[in-house]
């Protein structure tokens, strides 16, 4: 999508912001998604509750993000429209495009509702990809492997090569050619570093307590309902910033004020719901955050760049401070009789 975008003369930012907006709009109302079932579990409430509480803001977050990027799109005017059909062409005329080319991702999505474990998985659809990429697209593999190789051990040189090296093919379209270029595994080592000093530096400062000393300056805030779910933000955005790593927040976050939420008479899923709206879509709005990193290495696209256009992961956390002035749907709990009342006036 990205690279059509480019092709059409569109704002690489806006773009951008688009994909990640759209895609972790799935990742908050999906059960398959690691975020949704952590934060669920995290806060004892049942996944499907979970989501259902869930979309009372992400639904308005999304509608707003929609009407938003439609209003935008009037002042992002895409350039000719021959670019896009020779886009196509060169596209057509590189690659062999086929049907049977969807049994890769649906084995995939097969694997992941199976909650077959991640590394089997990757493997078994890297292996089933590789042997469609000899299949459908050989010639592809002899120009990754260069003037250099001849017969069988071009293919095989092409098809490792493939997987864990740097690969150029000339498809005729500047655009396409920045498209279909990759860096393979190798090119990813750099992100991998940062992320694992990133997890270092935040299970150091959750072990030693100093997180749990700076989120206590947010427990004078929350006398009220709004008041409550803005400190669950806040410090879920604190804890994005500092731990750099969503997973890692949303675990504290949930344990942080779990007590809380129960002292105070509130359902677990007015807790989770937060967190969810705090941590998961504000991850890759922070540069030096493991989802920050990730979605602008893959993209290509600096975080800062595409920040401004992330208009449903920005409007996520505001919603759900929104939604808890109102007081719509939050209910409190009897500490004898465990009967769900309406919460008081925010």
């Not at 250099?148 to 493939?162: I, K, L």
């Not at 655009?175 to 990813?188: F, I």
């Not at 694992?196 to 307590?209: H, Q, T, Y």
Request: glycine letters at 8%.
């Amino acid at each position: 999508l990205l690279g059509i975008g480019r092709a059409q003369g569109y704002d690489e930012g806006w773009i951008a912001g688009a994909i990640i907006s759209g895609a972790y709009f799935g990742d908050k109302i999906s059960p398959l998604s690691d975020t949704t079932v952590l934060a669920s579990s995290i806060t004892d409430t049942p996944l499907f509750t979970h989501i259902r509480y869930m979309l009372i803001t992400t639904v308005p977050s999304m509608t707003i993000t929609l009407v938003l990027f439609t209003i935008t799109g009037f002042f992002h005017t895409a350039s000719s429209g021959d670019q896009m059909a020779q886009f196509s062409q060169s596209l057509e005329e590189s690659f062999t495009i086929t049907p049977w080319l969807f049994i890769v991702p649906v084995v995939t999505g097969i694997l992941i509702a199976k909650k077959v474990p991640p590394l089997i998985t990757l493997f078994i659809s890297s292996v089933l990809a590789g042997v469609f990429a000899l299949i459908f697209q050989p010639d592809i593999l002899l120009e990754i492997a260069g003037d250099n190789a001849e017969g069988s051990n071009a293919m095989f040189r092409g098809f490792m090569t493939m997987f864990y090296g740097s690969t150029q093919i000339e498809t005729g379209n500047a655009e396409l050619n920045d498209l279909v270029s990759t860096r393979g595994m190798s090119g990813m080592l750099g992100t991998i570093w940062l992320i694992i000093c990133a997890m270092c530096f935040g299970g150091a400062m959750a072990a030693s307590g100093m997180l749990q000393s700076i989120t206590s300056l947010f427990l004078r805030f929350m006398k009220r309902t709004v008041g409550t779910v803005g400190s669950t933000v806040a410090s879920g955005l604190f804890f994005n910033i500092c731990t750099a790593d969503q997973y890692m927040s949303i675990i504290l976050t949930g344990n942080m004020f779990k007590d809380i939420y129960k002292q105070k008479g509130y359902e677990s899923r007015l807790l989770s719901r937060t967190t969810e709206d705090a941590v998961t879509v504000t991850s890759p709005l922070i540069p030096w955050n493991t989802c920050g990193m990730t979605q602008a290495t893959i993209l290509g696209v600096a975080t800062l760049s595409y920040l401004p256009y992330c208009f449903f992961n920005l409007i996520s956390p505001l919603m759900s401070i929104f939604i808890a002035s109102t007081g719509y749907k939050i209910k409190r709990i009897h500490e004898t009789g465990h009967k769900s009342i309406p919460d008081e006036k925010n």
